[in-house]
Antibody, heavy 119, light 108 residues
Framework: QVQLVQSGAEVKKPGASVNVSCKASGYKITNYAMHWVRQAPGQGLQWMGWINGGNGNTGYSQRFQGRVTITRDTSASTVYMELNSLRSEDTAVYYC????????????WGEGTTVTVSS | DIQMTQSPSSLSASVGDRVTITCRASQAISNYLGWYQQKPGKVPKLLIF???VLQSGVPSRFSGSGSGTDFTLTISSLQPEDVATYYCQKYNSAPPGLTFGGGTKVEI
């Protein structure tokens, strides 16, 4: 069945970088886009950016522009999200979610990866 | 940029009640609107897309309406398992991207 499996929880110090992976199974990532959404403790959902699984094009929320990079490895059916210059406000659960087209609804979600930023 | 505003931010209702949640876009987005349910401690789940289309497997007590700037999610008869936070999301290409509303927490 279609599934997105994310990497495990991370604890990082302020200023560090984190790389979260999202491995897809049950479908071809080249036929879909992948998005990253985060949720800080007790807060709502915040869209971060997308990657077109077919051509690798990316788009990012202005809020994270310059700090986030989304990449893919089609041979591994895996999408990656790197967030740099971490600060305490980046403590959140990070989700990957797929869409059929870049601008489309998110029909399958990963289980989430908790990233904690603390000195 | 298009902003998505949900109301109310929270509500409490009884089992069997009809519940209505509103989502307003600051500019017209046609029907590029989805609704998601997030139960406590769980992953968000797609309920409705294209403003009115029920995702496969979602109970028929959920329905969506609206187009342009004003949208509604209705639960016709609230059940205990519907306790969750509900989010609307625009997914057209207009900036600032796939924006979510602030969420509506539904309690019994």
């Amino acid at each position: 069945q279609v599934q997105l499996v994310q990497s495990g929880a991370e604890v990082k110090k302020p200023g560090a970088s984190v790389n979260v992976s999202c491995k897809a199974s049950g479908y071809k990532i080249t036929n879909y886009a992948m998005h990253w959404v985060r949720q800080a403790p007790g807060q709502g959902l915040q869209w971060m950016g997308w990657i077109n699984g077919g051509n690798g094009n990316t788009g990012y929320s202005q809020r994270f522009q310059g700090r986030v990079t989304i990449t893919r490895d089609t041979s591994a059916s895996t999408v990656y999200m790197e967030l740099n210059s971490l600060r305490s406000e980046d403590t959140a659960v990070y989700y990957c979610a797929r869409t059929l087209q870049v601008y489309y609804y998110m029909d399958v979600w990963g289980e989430g990866t908790t990233v904690t930023v603390s000195s | 940029d298009i902003q998505m505003t949900q109301s109310p931010s929270s509500l409490s209702a009884s089992v069997g009640d009809r519940v209505t949640i509103t989502c307003r876009a600051s500019q017209a987005i046609s029907n590029y609107l989805g609704w998601y349910q997030q139960k406590p401690g769980k992953v968000p789940k797609l309920l409705i897309f294209a403003a009115t289309v029920l995702q496969s497997g979602v109970p028929s007590r959920f329905s969506g309406s609206g187009s342009g700037t004003d949208f509604t999610l209705t639960i016709s008869s609230l059940q205990p398992e519907d306790v969750a936070t509900y989010y609307c999301q625009k997914y057209n290409s207009a900036p600032p991207g796939l924006t979510f509303g602030g969420g509506t927490k539904v309690e019994i």
